[in-house]
Nanobody
């Protein structure tokens, strides 16, 4: 089991940027496909972006394509989500996921004010 800890959330005005980080425990980070999901109040958890084990195979939800960038640093056991041109509808708890072991972090709150 891998432990995931997100950071970097906060309050930002529409049009602003945030960079989320997700640190993982253990020595097997480089063997996992990593993903970001988000969950807004009253809504189901939704996929945001994913990245393959070596940084390829990158996918985005249509709603964030062109605004968000996922990346990873396997030497630091960390996956990132750079979020630009934020919109109020991006407000949610952002949660990190390691696909192969079905591990989830606790999430970090992102609030975008209009």
């Amino acid at each position: 089991q891998v432990q995931l800890v997100e950071s970097g959330g906060g309050l930002v005005q529409a049009g602003g940027s945030l960079r989320l980080s997700c640190g993982a425990s253990g020595r097997t980070f480089g063997t996992y496909t990593m993903a970001w999901f988000r969950q807004a109040p009253g809504k189901e958890r939704e996929f945001v972006a994913s990245i393959g084990r070596t940084g390829g195979r990158i996918y985005y939800a249509d709603s964030v394509k062109g605004r968000f960038t996922i990346s990873r640093d396997n030497a630091k056991n960390t996956v990132y989500l750079q979020m630009n041109s934020l919109k109020p509808e991006d407000t949610a708890i952002y949660i990190c996921n390691a696909k192969e072991v079905a591990s989830w972090g606790q999430g970090t709150q992102v609030t975008v004010s209009s």
